[in-house]
């Protein structure tokens, strides 16, 4: 039997905010457990919750970039569960009422572009964290993140394979980092997923049991969680066996789903309004004032680099994965007028060195306005590609200009056309025999003389001039 995987995934983002949703208290992540409370987050009886205005801001630049409807009234509920690190005993969110539905984002899916909906994107305030003694059989209670601020983003089961819903959770990742409202830190929490999967007969319009997945903190990881779980659902359909609808969590070093607790049908969170909080209402002209705010979005920028600078769109792809890497790009382009001569060296050398040394390019020794000196000493024939590999190796080891470890090392071009023939001709009367094989109709030792010119300069010749003159004097004329 074929089967269609439907997949779902319900994305947390925290917002990059100095201080929590309801309270002044600091959201930096690392400090000393306890460190970053007050009253009303640890959910002390008789306080006040206030809301927090960039939360709102926040959240409208995240539904304006997902092409979400902004609903001009909604409000906060209490979600009503028991947990150890939930001090109050709910979770101020929003259920009847979210700040935007209704959305959709842009995957690439075999090739071709694909909208994947979005339901709704709403406030909420994040739970504290349980903290496990692996020597002892106790926990402790860390409330530094009780009431950081979150956005909950429901996507549609629209989803078909765990490769879309990587590509969909990438695609979320880089808005929210564009937009700098989200650090995008998955090791540090600051953007999880739960993912809904299940499996149907082929043709089949009815869901299947549907499973929810946690533990995931890498892309590398969703995927793998879910492909592991969908041969797991086939298996146990294949074999006459029941999928129970439960949360199972992913084991990375295993490998593999195990049970977590088994999962109602329907969950009795008690929600109601939220009685210490007004309703929040949003104008257009509030709306306008986000809008015009907003940066330019990864897949414009995309789209605006192919056409600008007439590069590939995987070039682009890369050059625009992370907001500071574009803008370096854009900025060497800015300096060189040479845009593919900018991409091959970003995209090859550049970001080589940084993932060796686990760096990102803001942290790059090589400045743009270095790199973009280096491509025009390339194209005025001062310096070769070859000698470029060594200069640029320096300039990253040292973050020296490439004027200065040409002039230290002596790497500069031999243009002139009397030296260089000198050179040939001294090289074409010392192999006589390789001379007369060549004229006889053995080509390839072509390429033994241009190596001897090379090793003769040191490899400072101009490898095209050295070509030129090789061809004529070769032939004989």
Known sequence: MEFETVIGLEVHAQLLTET??????????????????????????????????????YAMKMAL?????????????????????LPKGYQISQ????????????IESDGQPKKIGITRIHMEEDAGKLIHDEN?????????RAGVPLIEIVGEPDIRSPEEAAEYLKRLHEILVYLEICDGNMEEGSFRCDANVSIRPMGKQEFG????????NSFRNVQRALEYEVKRQQYLVENGQQIVQETRLWDDAQGVTNAMRSKEEAHDYRYFPDPDLVPVTVDEAW?????????????????RFVREFAIPTYDAGVLTAEKPLAEYYEEV????????QASNWVMGDLLRFLKEERRDIRQCPVSAKSLAEMILLIENGTISGKMAKDIIDEMYQTGK???????????????????????????????????????????KLFGFFVGQVMKATQGKANPQLVNDLLKKNLAGS
């Open 95 to 106: 259920y009847a009422y979210p700040l935007a539905e209704h959305g959709h984002i842009l």
């Open 401 to 443: 200009t490439p004027d200065t470890v040409i002039a230290e090392k002596g790497l500069v071009q031999i243009t002139d056309e009397g030296e260089l023939a000198k050179t040939i001709a001294a090289i074409i009367e010392g192999n006589p025999k390789q001379l007369a094989d060549y004229r006889a109709g053995k080509e």
């Open 333 to 340: 382009v800015k300096l060189c007028g040479k845009p593919k």
């Open 287 to 303: 709306i306008e004032q986000i809008r015009s705010d907003m940066p330019e979005l990864p897949l414009a920028k995309r789209e």
């Open 209 to 216: 049991t549907r499973t929810e997945l946690k533990n995931m």
């Open 65 to 85: 970039a997902t092409n979400c409807t902004i609903n001009p009234f909604n409000r906060f509920a209490r979600k009503n569960y028991f947990y150890p690190d």
């Open 20 to 57: 929590k949703i309801f309270c002044g208290c600091s959201t930096k992540f690392g400090g000393a457990p306890n460190s970053h409370t007050c009253p009303v987050c640890l959910g002390m009886p008789g306080v006040l919750p206030v809301l927090n205005k960039k939360v709102v801001e």
């Open 136 to 144: 002892n059989p106790s926990s402790y209670v860390d409330l530094n």
